[in-house]
T-cell receptor, first 112, second 110 residues
């Protein structure tokens, strides 16, 4: 089932601004991942944060995880037009085996 | 490395026709997945295969069958296509951490 829910559904910002999107989930997880999907393409893995981690950085990406609130946030700093895409969180529920549960995504538009 | 490849890229079917979507990966991954993506619905898991010789149902398996032909290939079959199966279909494989997606197949059922 779709466990992750991203918020907002859509976000429009200008180049240079920061973009923040959030993900909430329902059950215990092993880890949470963020993926990007450019229009008409497959998803691309961005970053993974494990359930025992609180924050993780990768380049201009910063991910936080609050397991007590069952939520995560993805921050993209100094956004570029090339960051325009849909962003999905995916959870690896504890005991689920091999399946990831994807949310419905946040559509990010970065205008020059 | 080609990663995950899918064929065909586009397909139009009439209601009741059958077809097989092909997927192959060259990353030596054990796990492979089939998803469908519909507007406003995100990705929904149809079937997955944790290893060669095993397959399991996902969230929306009705109307589909799969075959894990070997470690590289995982096919999805629509035996009798219905308009509700109009969607974009993605295949993925997984290493210990992340999933790697193919470019997708856009299917229109009339």
């Amino acid at each position: 089932s779709q466990q992750g829910e991203e918020d907002p559904q859509a976000l429009s910002i200008q180049e240079g601004e920061n973009a923040t999107m959030n993900c909430s989930y329902k059950t215990s997880i092993n880890n949470l991942q963020w993926y990007r999907q450019n229009s008409g393409r497959g998803l691309v893995h961005l970053i993974l944060i494990r359930s025992n981690e609180r924050e993780k950085h990768s380049g201009r990406l910063r991910v936080t995880l609050d397991t007590s609130k069952k939520s995560s946030s993805l921050l993209i700093t100094a956004s570029r037009a090339a960051d325009t895409a849909s962003y999905f969180c995916a959870t690896d529920p504890a005991g689920s085996g091999y399946a990831l549960n994807f949310g419905k995504g946040t559509s990010l538009l970065v205008t020059p | 490395n080609a990663g995950v490849t899918q064929t065909p890229k586009f397909q139009v079917l009439k209601t009741g026709q059958s077809m097989t979507l092909q997927c192959a990966q060259d990353m030596n991954h054990n796990s492979m997945y089939w998803y469908r993506q519909d507007p406003g619905m995100g990705l929904r898991l149809i079937y997955y295969s944790a290893s060669e010789g095993t397959t399991d149902k996902g969230e929306v398996p009705n109307g589909y069958n799969v075959s894990r032909l070997n470690k590289r290939e995982f096919s999805l079959r629509l035996e009798s296509a219905a308009p509700s199966q109009t969607s974009v279909y993605f295949c993925a494989s997984m290493d210990l951490v992340a999933q790697y997606f193919g470019p997708g197949t856009r299917l229109l059922v009339l």
